[in-house]
């Protein structure tokens, strides 16, 4: 009997999944955790910069699906309102840690348009250079070049100006190319 149900659970289909942990299924929760939990966990580890934090981050924001899942009105991609939830969940940490400060500290002297460095990583690569990112240059980086928010979008969300945004990112992207420039020295 248990297989059986397991097998029907594993042909449910995506509304089928969210009206089933709308009304709290625990073996349905478990699917839909289990079909999501990669990609929200590399959501987490883009935010977090290290595992344990991430794996905490990708917890609790399972967490807070679960209660709120019920609020998806099935308008858009559900896996985009799942990652839009996750990533404001990971801002809230980092709000709460004070962590999204202006590095003014750090400088570069990598011209902010030579693009060629990044050509010369593969992903894996680049997202660990990424992950080392002091936290405010690494949130902007990634809600910019990779959730693809405006400068004005990631103002309101992190309370903090449009041009902070932009500065923000264009120091993170430098600091990229100075990592990578100099990883290829060694």
């Known amino acids: 009997m248990e297989a059986y149900k397991n097998r029907c659970n594993s042909l449910m289909g995506e509304s089928e999944l969210i009206a089933g942990c709308v009304k709290g299924n625990r073996v349905v929760q478990r699917q839909l955790y289990d079909k999501y939990a990669t990609k929200m966990m590399g ?13 905490d981050l990708l917890h609790d924001g ?10 998806y009105k099935g308008e858009g991609s559900f896996e985009g309102w799942m990652r839009k939830l996750f990533v404001n969940m990971a801002l809230e940490y980092l709000r709460r840690k004070d962590v999204l400060k202006a590095h003014d500290g750090y400088t570069t002297d990598i011209p902010a348009s030579d693009y060629s460095v990044f050509e010369k990583l593969s992903a894996d690569e680049l997202v660990r250079k990424i992950a080392a990112l002091p936290a405010g240059f690494r949130t902007v980086f990634n809600l910019y070049a990779v959730e693809g928010y405006s400068h004005q979008e990631i103002a309101e969300l992190l309370h903090i100006t449009e041009s902070t945004s932009r500065s ?8 990229l190319q100075k990592m990578i420039l100099e990883s290829e020295i060694k």
């Open 43 to 55: 959501v987490c580890m883009r935010y977090a910069g290290d595992y344990d934090t991430a794996r």
């Open 62 to 71: 399972f967490i807070h699906l679960f209660k709120k899942i019920g609020t």
């Open 168 to 175: 923000q990112y264009m120091r993170a992207r430098s600091w």
